[in-house]
């Protein structure tokens, strides 16, 4: 981190600041030029306040020039993380197909479709219980009820199952769910971050609608320092200007996310476009691109969804793509991409 110091500056205050960072273990290299003085910080600064430092009267200004987030951070891992799920896992190479209904309505339905959406070749069943919906009218999830049945659909086809967290009065229901995913609208919820990052099951941490790649992966760094190092990042589009889809996709995050972090990268076009049609071409784009998976949402009678039935695929829809993605995997791997 490097501090430049505005002309002439208060000698005591400077000192002050000196000897705090000091006190922090900070080592400082100071060069002092025609007009300014600049400290250079070394030493672990992640837990220095740049917008603290940047308030003093004698301070310019504040450069960070590495990462905030260490545990996340590919240039202290530089080997891929993979999370085992199960018999699966996601990242090293394989292609993770996480599909299934926003909510689960019955058993009958979820059943149906896991088996659907196993025989087309999804690795996970994902499917909702406790839904964060924008209207407190609308059906808010069959809550513990929903999780019970989503045990059963994987007791019938052997899939490991995702499935949202909102709170932490939750998590004693969640001890047997595969992953938890954490909704954009929790990305930043840091108690509940600290209390999953206890747990010894893999975390999906979707992005927030607005977040940067960096607030995202500071999400992830909460996971991580409190223990658990078994975190998914996942895409689901992010708001801009744009109303003709729910979301806008922003495939980039993959190659960039792929410099800053050691961690797998799903990618969600279900609600990144709110629109069903939409959702096989950025799917096969997610894999050229070199998304480690796919969130997909399926249902067997969208009309009737008790949620984003517009953005889920019908079954049949959905085996076309699986096939579309897996050849698609297969050919990014022939031409070394
Ligand atoms: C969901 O996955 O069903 C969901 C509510 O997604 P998001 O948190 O991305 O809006
Ligand atoms: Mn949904």
Redesign the pocket.
């Known amino acids: 981190m490097i501090v430049i110091l505005k002309s002439n500056p208060d000698r005591d205050q400077l000192e002050r600041l000196i000897l705090w960072l000091q006190e922090r273990g900070i080592i400082i290299h100071t060069s002092i030029g025609k007009s300014h003085t600049i400290l250079g910080l070394v030493g672990d600064t992640s837990s220095l306040d740049v917008d603290l430092i940047a308030a003093l009267d004698i301070v310019e200004d504040v450069k960070r020039i590495q990462e905030p987030y260490k545990k996340a951070n590919r240039k202290f891992h530089p080997d891929d993380t993979v999370v085992k799920v199960g018999d699966t896992q996601v990242g090293g190479g394989t292609l993770t197909i996480m599909a299934g209904p ?1 909510s689960v309505e019955s058993e009958e339905q979820v059943v149906e479709i896991a088996k659907a959406v196993k025989a087309s070749g999804a690795t996970m069943l994902r499917g ?1 219980a406790f ?2 919906r924008t209207s407190p009218y609308s059906f808010q999830g069959m809550g513990a009820e929903g999780l019970d049945l989503l045990k059963i659909a994987r007791a019938e086809t052997g899939l490991p199952i995702v499935s ?1 967290l909102m709170d932490i009065s939750q998590i004693p229901l969640f001890e047997d769910v595969d992953v938890i ?1 954490i ?3 929790n990305m930043q919820n840091f108690n509940l971050l600290k209390e999953v990052g206890k747990l010894n099951i893999p975390v999906m941490i ?1 992005r927030g609608m607005s977040a940067t790649y960096e607030e995202w992966l500071m999400s992830a760094e909460y996971v991580m320092a409190s223990g658990n190092q078994n975190v998914i990042l996942c895409e ?1 589009g992010v708001r801009t200007f744009e109303t003709y889809t729910r979301n806008t996709l922003d495939l980039a995050c993959i190659p960039v996310l792929r410099k800053l972090t050691h961690l797998p990268i799903i990618i ?1 076009p279900s ?1 990144a476009t709110g629109k069903a049609a939409l959702v096989p071409p950025l799917a096969v784009g997610a894999v050229a691109t070199g998304a480690d998976g796919l969130l997909i949402e399926v249902h067997n009678d969208p009309p009737h969804a008790l949620c984003d039935g517009p953005q889920s695929l019908r079954p049949e829809a959905f085996d076309t793509l699986a096939k579309q993605m897996v050849a698609t995997h297969q050919f990014m791997k022939t031409i070394g991409a």
């Open positions: 926003c909702g839904k964060p949202e995913q909704g954009a609208r979707k689901r969600d609600h």
